[in-house]
């Protein structure tokens, strides 16, 4: 048997483990919707001329009053759906609670997922967080502590369904086709956030914005059936792959240990320095990707006074380019190392500097091009689609360095990354309360600076060998 598979054994674009991938996409594109839609929903619901009225509590009155006197506790869009007093700080908490959930649980799913099986996790998952979708305007009529407890609740879902695609590739995804299937999947929330935000702002104005949370609450609910019927752990249990693809899969993986569960060398791993430099990458990418995530229709609403029809459509430029950026890094990066034009730690280094370097450049540029409509849309379209290319980077490194912890390991670099999210989150809201002009430009020179830093610690310490902590032990009786 040869040690290292050859790309060209196997079926490819037909196979399972491509539809696998189209799946992940799907369900990655159902969560990223489920997250931004209220990125895009909030500009209908906050009132815009009270930003600074009170920061922790919605302008619901009593039922009476309300029918008395409307204009007092919100006012009407064409479609009648309430509008609240948040302040801008109140909007960064309410943007970073999702993130405090999937921190709470990135970490333990990943684990257990190893034991108990990524596909009921990810399901689970995925299930929690369209229910919690399609209640959303509701808890925003009983205050902004529940649609705070609701995203927080939300974020814990999603963090179970994030880290558990990685317990899956780790038995999927044949050494050389990892790029091509992470970036294929992955592209689902880059294409999630680009509908979202196309089609949200016209929702809102025809519809309401509460039927944004209803309509991709429920594309969810559709996507945890396809999910439980077509997925499993791994291909030797499914009814449905062919015995070419199910032997191709085995041998290209032979040389990977998928061991029963183990201890985890924790002690191993925090004296890691290649683990902390993916950790880093995570923390830097996801600290500029949360607020272009969160606030970029808000940006081009304040910054470039469109409506929020207008908003939406534009906003969704940027992760169209981001979808197309992460499969075309994909296919690149498995080019490169197919052909062995560069080595592992090369392609992965590469793409790390072009995912952290590029949208760093375009971020600083912004500030000073807001006087050029079609200069700040291309910045702006930049900024994602050349950051997603981090995802043949240092994103899926763990799969190189420690394959037998993927998920265990995905699930604390997602936590490292969240953590850059709540921060940034946060730190933005306060930073354009104080003032709009001088705030954003703080907000892009620091992003700009974070970036900066873990490129460089990225390039100092990554590796692409599986650590000597992480490799199978034998032991040979005499």
């Avoid at 999702?98 to 190893?114: C, F, K, N, Q, R």
């Avoid at 108990?116 to 209640?135: C, D, E, N, R, V």
Wanted: with cysteine.
């Amino acid at each position: 048997m040869d040690e290292k598979p050859s790309t060209r054994k196997g079926p490819d674009f037909c196979s399972l483990r491509y539809g696998l991938a189209l799946i992940m996409h799907f369900s990655n594109f159902t969560m990223i919707t489920q997250r931004v839609s209220l990125s895009i929903a909030i500009i209908a619901m906050v009132n815009s001329t009270q930003h600074h009225g009170l920061s922790n509590v919605s302008t619901e009155e009593p039922l009476a009053e309300t029918l008395n006197n409307p204009s007092r506790s919100f006012k009407k869009f064409n479609t009648g759906a309430s509008v609240y007093e948040w302040s801008p700080e109140t909007q960064g908490i309410i943007f970073s609670s999702i993130s405090y959930g999937i921190i709470l649980t990135l970490i333990p799913s990943g684990y257990l997922a190893g034991i108990f099986g990524a596909k009921q996790m990810l399901g689970a998952g995925l299930l929690t967080s369209s229910l919690l979708t399609l209640f959303t305007p509701l808890a925003a009529d009983f205050g902004v502590i529940l649609v705070i407890v609701t995203r927080t609740v939300q974020g814990m879902a999603q963090g179970m369904a994030w880290t558990g695609q990685f317990t899956i590739w780790a038995k999927w995804a044949p050494p050389l086709e990892r790029s091509k299937l992470t970036s294929i999947a992955g592209s689902g929330a880059a294409f999630g956030s680009f509908i979202i935000l196309c089609v949200g702002g016209l929702i809102s104005q025809a519809l309401g914005w509460p039927f944004i949370f209803y309509i991709f609450g429920i594309i969810g609910c559709v996507c945890c059936l396809l999910w439980f019927t077509v997925i499993y752990d791994d291909p030797t249990h499914h009814p449905c792959i062919s015995v070419k693809e199910k032997e191709y899969i085995m041998s290209s993986l032979a040389q990977q240990p998928s061991s029963p569960r183990r201890s985890v060398p924790i002690k191993a791993m925090v004296r890691c320095l290649p683990l902390w430099a993916i950790f880093m990458g995570f923390f830097s990418h996801f600290w500029l990707c949360t607020i272009i995530i969160s606030y970029l229709p808000t940006y081009i609403s304040s910054v470039l006074h469109v409506n929020i029809r207008d908003s939406g459509v534009l906003s969704s430029l940027p992760f169209i380019a981001a979808s197309s950026c992460t499969i075309l890094g994909g296919q690149l990066a498995d080019f490169l190392l197919s052909r062995n034009l560069l080595r592992l730690i090369n392609v992965r280094k590469l793409f790390s500097s072009l995912g952290l370097l590029l949208p760093s450049l375009c971020a600083v540029a912004l500030p000073f091009v807001t006087s050029s409509y079609i200069t700040t849309m291309i910045l702006l379209i930049l900024i994602p689609g050349t950051s997603n290319l981090c995802d043949s980077g240092f994103i899926i490194n763990t799969l190189d360095v420690a394959p037998r912890y993927a998920s265990f390991l995905m699930g604390i670099s997602r936590g490292f990354g969240l953590i850059a999210g709540i921060i940034s989150s946060t730190t933005t809201g306060f930073l354009i309360s104080q003032d709009s002009v001088s705030g954003w430009r703080n907000v892009f020179f620091l992003s700009a600076a974070v970036n900066m830093f873990g490129l460089v610690f990225y390039l100092t310490f990554g590796q692409a060998e599986i650590q000597d902590w992480a490799k199978e032990r034998t032991i040979t009786r005499l």
